[in-house]
């Protein structure tokens, strides 16, 4: 094979990879719109290749079956990005990791909770109306959920290293409080429901985290 066809290929297949990106966030972003618009139930594949603008094949070789495409648009919103990246690896948890100190590890998370939630938000509603009839849907709520928990253990771990955590409060607790109120539906009532800003809810998160958890929470040493 000559070094002019090798150089071809070569040239061509970042270009495949860079349209077949293009066609699945076209899909997912179709998905998302169709999803919070008019359920999963009423959304049909056809509809969602209809408004990504390709075919009904493509959208099975590019994602998959509905299920799968929730899947994909639930966790693209939790990732902010149009490839899926698992919570260990997004770059909020190493600020927080590498930030030394309580206050500042929950002022970071408060943060990172503030910029998923409004594009979480709408998916997640879908995603909780589509559980209660369609058990794939159920069981990725129910996965989610767990997930969360976990993840929030292994926080309130980081957390306790610090030193600042209140002794009577053992880490499933400080887990539990963390999980019940970095929730969805918890910034839905204040946002959505209450007309919170934002900023607000951010700046409530990490006050209320403050107080509840730290031993100390006048030595408060929250991000600026």
Not at 71 to 90: K, N, Q, W
Request: proline fraction near 4%; charged fraction near 25%; include cysteine.
């Amino acid at each position: 094979m000559s070094g002019d066809v090798k150089a071809r290929r070569a040239y061509r297949a970042p270009r495949r990879e860079e349209g077949a990106a293009r066609t699945r966030a076209a899909v997912l972003a179709s998905a998302r719109r169709l999803f919070v618009d008019k359920g999963f139930r009423r959304t049909t594949v056809a509809d969602i290749a209809a408004g990504a603008g390709v075919a009904v094949d493509t959208v099975y070789a590019t994602v998959g079956r509905k299920p799968v495409i929730l899947r994909e648009v639930v966790e693209t919103a939790l990732s902010g990005t149009d490839e899926v990246v698992p919570g260990p690896e997004r770059d909020y948890v190493a600020r927080l990791r590498a930030a030394g100190h309580a206050a500042d590890m929950l002022a970071i998370y408060a943060g990172a909770v503030g910029a998923i939630h409004p594009r979480l938000g709408p998916v997640f509603l879908a995603l909780r109306d589509a559980a209660v009839q369609d058990p794939a849907c159920a069981a990725l709520w129910a996965e989610i959920a767990q997930r969360r928990a976990a993840n929030m253990r292994l926080l309130a771990l980081d957390l306790r290293a610090t030193g600042e955590l209140r002794t009577d409060l053992d880490d499933d607790a400080v887990a539990d409080i963390i999980w019940s109120t970095n929730a969805v539906e918890y910034w839905l009532l204040l946002v959505q429901e209450r007309g919170w800003t934002t900023e607000r809810f951010v700046a409530h998160l990490t006050d209320l985290w403050c107080r509840m958890l730290l031993a100390d929470p006048g030595t408060d040493r929250r991000e600026s």
